[in-house]
């Protein structure tokens, strides 16, 4: 199978998820779009490994994991706590920096 | 040439008296006095011992000279700093610190009632120190440095009652007209050391031997300026007369016997770059005869008795600066008449400091009147001095100024004949005006304010006074005894042939003395022998009025020099104003503005920042993809 496929399938990825970033309200939503993103970039790199027949882009793809598994702990954190105190998830209702 | 390590102490003694007076503050106040006057003799004392050790040797091997310190060393230009002591710089040594001591003798008590009397004497030091520096520096840089500690010292001394605003600006006055001769000289070093390679007097020398015209002439001229600055000589001379602002024994110092003959010092020293420059030497001769003129022109209408001595000053120093123009003929007469002119015009004005004294400070001489009865001592030493300037045989100025006269008169041609006679018309005007100062002070009818109790003054005033009478009675004589200075100074200025006489010396002495009695009998006949308002009289002669005013010295300067200034300095504030400072506001405004267009942007919608990275990384992306194809 032509391997550049993946990197269409990854492109396709990163699209769904950006315009979720861009479009949808729910923080949650927003927050899985950025997952998405990211993992679209993994697959990339992972494609490029295996193009290249080096394992550069795995070791770098498995560190983006570890990075995601914090950003993830710390985002949801934070939207939690954002929704208790002021019962909502939408990312427009906390735009108290703007000015 | 030979080494001398005790040249320094010369400089040493008085610096230190100056630094110590300075920082020890309030408490030298009880014993400052002292310490300078002690100071300032001890350096005459070291005066004298190098003069004796320079009578010990051949007259080729009579100069010292110490090399303090390595000054500047960059490249091939290297300054030391070095003193030079010859047979011209030990007669200023020697005129410098024996004067100074005895006007330190005589400000012990002068200024004994003034609170500030250390700090008085602390610049006293300062300015004895600068001048022997600048006598006896052996590079025009090193000249150039005690050339500013003078004008310092001088800035700093006729501003000593700064409290009155007039003084003040006196002072000011006599520093920026200073600056333009100071610029002269840095001109004249800036043009050596470019065309000449060297700044010291003895490479200077050297090198004028085969240099071209042009650029002697160039620094002739600028040393010219720096004379005329520092010297009171036409056009840089209207400081002269708001110098007197100063306590009367700074007047006999430094504006008269010493600071300001410096421009006279300079000539003589620079005599290789004058006599190969004939140019230059022209418009010193010009320079001098004006001046003497001027001066003494101004000296006849003067009420204040120091103004009327220091328009004399001007006038002799113009006489001096003549002589200097002269050439090899000129310039040991020029020092000859410096020395002589030290020591009566000193006297004269401590005699003038005395009359104050016991007039409450009164200045105004239409306010004296009958002072013999009252001060024998101050009538006899003025008295002596007096006779001196006005060039009495066989009193000191006699000497000194007819060998000037002399000069002139056998400079040839039309060029001779017209010095010849200006200086005779001064020497004329000099003894009406000198009289009339003698007059009105001390033998007409009293027109004293009421209140005055004139009395003489104490020892230590007199004292001094009396020393210099002495030396104004005989110096005149013991100089010319078989041609003495002109010998002494003829390894400095080097031999001249003899003239061809114009006229035989009896003849020129003879004219001399004549306009002497013309001058004398004018100003008898005028002051003594009718009355004299006590108020300066209204209805008087154009040029009575016009040199009441300086010969609109300060007018020309005013409206020729001070209000253009003035227009052009407001021009640029404004040009600073709109400008430059519109500039760099109009900068700042466009980064304000710019700043508060851009903060609109910040909505916190974290969605819409989101976007905008979106959007920009896609154009970035799309920008570097076009690039690279």
Known sequence: MNPYNYLYLAALLFTIGAVGVVVRRNAIVVFMCVELMLNAANLTLVTFSRINGTLDGQVVAFFTMVVAACEVVVGLAIIVTIYRSRRSASVDDASLLKR | ?629
């Open chain 2, 1 to 629: 040439m030979t080494t001398s390590t005790s040249l320094a102490y010369l400089i040493a003694l008085p610096l230190a008296g100056a630094v110590i007076l300075l920082l020890a503050g309030r408490k030298a106040d009880k014993w400052g006095h002292l310490l300078a006057t002690a100071l300032s003799a001890s350096s005459f004392g070291v005066g004298i011992y190098q003069l004796t050790q320079m009578l010990a040797r051949e007259p080729e091997e009579r100069a010292f000279s110490q090399k303090l310190f390595s000054w500047i060393s960059v490249g091939t230009f290297n300054v030391d700093a070095g003193l030079l002591l010859d047979q011209l710089s030990i007669c200023f040594v020697l005129l410098i610190t024996g004067v100074g001591t005895l006007i330190h003798i005589y400000s012990i008590s002068y200024m004994s009632h003034d609170p500030d009397r250390r700090r008085f004497f602390a610049y006293l030091n300062l300015f004895i120190a600068a001048m022997l520096l600048l006598v006896l520096g052996d590079s025009y840089l090193n000249l150039y440095v005690g050339w500013e500690g003078v004008g310092l010292a001088s800035y700093l001394l006729i501003g000593f009652w700064n409290q009155k605003p007039a003084y003040a600006t006196a002072s000011k006055k006599a520093f920026v007209m200073n600056r333009i001769g100071d610029m002269g000289l840095s001109f004249a070093i800036m043009i050596a050391f470019a065309t000449l390679g060297t700044v010291s007097f003895s490479g200077v020398k050297e090198a004028s031997e085969t240099a071209s015209t042009a650029a002697l002439t160039g620094i002739g001229i600028m040393l010219l300026v720096a004379a005329a600055g520092k010297s009171a000589q036409f056009p840089l001379q209207a400081w002269l007369g708001d110098a007197m602002a100063g306590p009367t024994p700074v007047s006999a110092l430094i504006h008269a016997a010493t600071m300001v003959t410096a421009g006279v010092y300079l000539i003589t020293r620079s005599n290789f770059i004058f006599d190969a420059a004939p140019t230059a030497q022209l418009l010193v001769v010009i320079v001098g005869a004006i001046t003497l003129t001027f001066g003494a022109l101004v000296g006849t209408a003067k009420d204040d008795i120091k103004k009327a001595l220091a328009a004399s000053t001007m006038s002799q120093i113009g006489y001096m600066i003549l002589a200097a123009g002269l050439g090899p003929a000129g310039y040991a007469f020029a020092i000859m008449h410096l020395l002589t002119h030290g020591f009566f015009k000193a006297g004269m004005f401590l005699g003038a400091g005395s009359v104050m004294h016991g007039m409450n400070d009164q200045v105004n001489m239409r306010r004296y009147g009958a002072l013999r009865k009252f001060m024998p001592i101050t009538f006899a030493t003025f008295g002596l001095g007096y006779l001196a300037i006005i060039g009495v045989p066989p009193f000191a100025g006699f000497y000194s100024k007819d060998a000037i006269i002399e000069t002139a008169f056998n400079a040839g041609g039309l060029k001779g004949i017209l010095l010849g006679s200006t200086a005779l018309l001064g020497a004329a005007i000099t003894a009406f005006y000198m009289t009339r100062v003698m007059v009105l002070t001390f033998t007409s009818p009293e027109r004293w304010e009421e209140d005055q109790h004139p009395h003489e003054s104490p020892f230590l005033m007199w004292l001094p006074m009396a020393v210099l009478a002495v030396g104004s009675v005989t110096t005149g004589y013991l100089f010319t005894r078989g041609d003495g200075l002109v010998h002494w100074l003829e390894p400095v200025f080097g031999e001249h042939g003899e003239h061809e006489e114009f006229l035989p010396a009896i003849v020129v002495s003879g004219m001399a003395i004549t306009a002497v009695i013309i001058g004398v009998a004018i100003a008898l006949i005028k002051y003594q022998f009718s009355d004299v308002d006590a108020e300066a009289p209204e209805n008087v002669t154009e040029f009575t009025r016009i040199a009441r005013r300086d010969l609109f010295q300060d007018s020309f300067n005013e409206s020729i020099f001070m209000r253009p200034g003035q227009v052009l300095t407001r021009f640029f504030v404004k040009v600073d104003d709109s400008v430059v400072d519109g500039t760099v506001r109009l900068v700042g405004r466009t980064a304000l503005s710019a700043g508060s267009e851009l903060r609109k942007t910040q909505t916190g919608f974290a969605r819409s920042y989101a976007a905008l990275i979106l959007i920009g990384a896609v154009v970035l992306i799309a920008a570097i993809w076009v690039v690279t194809q």
